[in-house]
């Protein structure tokens, strides 16, 4: 049963109260209607980068469900009302789908990455998931494409016949890829961020009792500090900010 309730504003990101169930059908329904839509897996990095750049706000504004992925999302949630709120998590929601797609035979395509990292991490849902059909997979280079290079990598996957295309360029690159495919590529495309480095095994995840206290940013900081120094030091703190002054705001409403 495909979960009816509309979004919620955190900040100016609407976030959709669902559920790993609740994703994957309404994924297969998209699948099987041949809706040309996409899906993003919106952490604080995602709500903040949209905050400071109104064109990504409309890039996420458009998706046709929007996940909380990050744990501080989902107290938000919960401190607006959907009490039981869980963590729909990008990468779990790609190991979701792929149980989900491998019982309803539904071919998926990944896009992203490198063609090592491809080889590998088709070599280990196949393995995880018996019956799933991996239709094709690309390795864009890491540089704008041209129009005509989208436009082939749309005509590469519309004749794999996929109908799920997980996009793992991470942010805010892929949802501005997804963005510019809509309506044009006839696949559900579900952006995953660091999925593809994770089920590949080149990148370690968070212990899950780290991502259960919401600090797996503080293991990806660990890991990568050069990288994601801002992301965390400066997308975290403004985020609290804005989001407790919208918390009070909506008490001071009721």
């Not at 805010?172 to 809509?182: I, S, V, Y």
Request: aromatic share 10%.
């Amino acid at each position: 049963m495909i979960n009816s309730l509309n979004p919620i504003q955190i900040i100016a990101t609407p976030v959709y109260p669902t559920s790993y169930e609740d994703a994957c059908d309404r994924i297969q329904a998209w699948a099987q209607s041949k809706t040309s839509c996409y899906v993003v897996a919106a952490n604080v990095h995602v709500v903040m980068t949209a905050y400071w750049q109104r064109s990504y706000q409309q890039v996420i504004n458009g998706a046709a469900l929007v996940t909380p992925d990050g744990m501080p999302l989902v107290m938000g949630l919960r401190l607006l009302g959907v009490k039981q709120q869980q963590r729909v998590y990008g990468p779990d929601l790609m190991l979701a789908w792929c149980d989900r797609a491998a019982q309803a035979g539904i071919p998926l395509y990944l896009y992203g990455g490198t063609k090592l990292m491809l080889d590998t991490l088709q070599q280990n849902l196949v393995q995880r998931f018996p019956g799933l059909i991996i239709a094709g997979t690309h390795a864009p280079p890491f540089r704008p494409l041209t129009l005509e290079e989208e436009r082939a990598d749309r005509d590469r996957i519309h004749a794999s016949g996929a109908s799920v295309v997980f996009v793992g360029l991470g942010c805010p690159k892929q949802e501005e890829w997804m963005a510019r495919q809509q309506g044009k590529l006839n696949a559900v495309m579900v952006g995953v961020g660091a999925a593809f480095s994770f089920h590949s095994g080149e990148v370690s995840q968070a212990p899950r009792w780290m991502m259960a206290w919401g600090l797996e940013w503080l293991y990806r900081f660990a890991m990568e500090p050069a990288r994601l120094w801002r992301r965390y030091l400066i997308n975290n703190p403004a985020f609290l900010l804005l989001f407790s002054w919208q918390l009070v705001r909506s008490r001071r409403s009721h």
